[in-house]
């Protein structure tokens, strides 16, 4: 009867040893990998921007496309009539071109910046299949031409992650567009805008200084009575040479005249006729050879001199390509056309 009792508890055992790995095995399925890019890599292709810190701030502009992969999907595979492994190939190896990064709007399937739960406005598709094209253009000069190299020089090669387009243009378009750019991130109707474009200009003039931190230790600008050229901090005062003074009344006048009657500078709202007397006066026209005798001629003199004229500059895009080959990764024919849909 013991031996008999003794082989009824060991069974039972068994059962209960065997029962509780069958739900070791069944109670947690193991994680199956999709095509699908995973959280953690969208949000760290999302914050892994490329650091151009070292860069003058002047010199760089940053941007982004985002392009709907659905609807190219739809146009590839129903309009086309690709194959969908040639539609997947032809995806991954776009690059925008020149025009296309160049053009303030674009039509579809390009979409603006926007938040990642938004859906595409042409299809509908859900935020998953909008990927996105962070783009750097570098302005060429002395000071981020070396910068440049290095920087694309340690960019990743693989499956061109990393593209480089170079634009010709003239250092008259680059400060024009530079112009644009600073004027409409300033509020007029707020008084620091005339500190601010002063900031951005002399960015620009002397681009290795770190003028952010200068301003924040200067509480005004003046003329200096003393500097023949440069700049100097002397009790909390920030003084510019004569030249670079003068300079900055014409950059306020530039930015400002539009906005009402004349331009404001530090000294007040100038009309261009009166301006053209005071520059004309303190010996600026003279210095960079301006010998117009109207306003109107020696504007567009002191354009080409503050901007370099037509003298050959490049502008160098770098494409971030690898939001775009991840997101491709998850795409799918039938799913891209249920998300078109």
């Known amino acids: 009867m013991g031996k008999q009792k003794a082989k009824q508890k060991k069974k039972a055992g068994s059962q209960k040893v065997s029962s509780k790995k069958r739900r070791v095995l069944i109670g947690k399925p193991k994680a199956v990998k999709t095509g699908k890019p995973s959280s953690t890599t969208r949000k760290a292709l999302k914050t892994d921007r490329l650091d151009l810190s070292k860069f003058p701030a002047e010199s760089v502009t940053q941007m982004e496309r985002g392009i709907c992969l659905a609807c190219v999907w739809e146009v590839f595979t129903r309009h086309l009539k690709l194959a969908p492994k040639t539609a997947l190939v032809e995806i991954k190896r776009y690059t925008p071109s020149l025009d296309e990064l160049s053009a303030a709007a674009l039509p579809r399937p390009y979409v603006a910046a926007q938040s990642s739960k938004e859906a595409c406005p042409y299809c509908g598709a859900a935020s998953k299949w909008i990927a996105r094209l962070p783009i750097y253009r570098i302005e060429s000069g002395k000071a981020t031409d070396a910068l440049r190299r290095e ?73 200096s009575r003393r500097l023949e050229e440069g700049w100097e901090i002397d009790s909390g005062r920030l003084f510019l040479s004569p030249m670079l003074f003068d300079e900055l009344l014409l950059m306020q006048y530039l930015v400002s005249r539009s906005h009402l009657a004349g331009g404001l500078t530090f000294e007040g709202r100038y009309t261009l006729p009166e301006l053209f007397h005071r520059l004309r006066n303190s010996g600026y026209l003279r210095g960079v050879g301006v010998q117009a005798n109207n306003p109107g001629d020696a504007l567009e003199q002191l354009l080409a001199h503050l901007s370099g004229g037509e003298a050959v500059l490049r502008f160098y895009y770098i494409i971030d390509r690898r939001a775009l080959l991840e997101s491709a990764k998850g795409l799918k024919m039938v799913k891209a056309k249920g998300a078109a849909r």
């Open 151 to 223: 920087l694309v020089k340690s960019l990743s090669k693989k499956n061109d992650a990393f593209v480089v387009l170079e634009q010709k243009a003239t250092q008259q378009h680059a400060f024009f567009e530079w112009l644009e750019l600073i004027s409409k991130q300033l509020d007029l109707d707020d008084p620091a805008w005339i500190r601010e474009v002063s900031r951005h200009y002399l960015s620009r003039v002397a681009p290795k200084v770190d003028w952010l931190t200068e301003f924040n230790q200067a509480h005004s600008i003046r003329r």
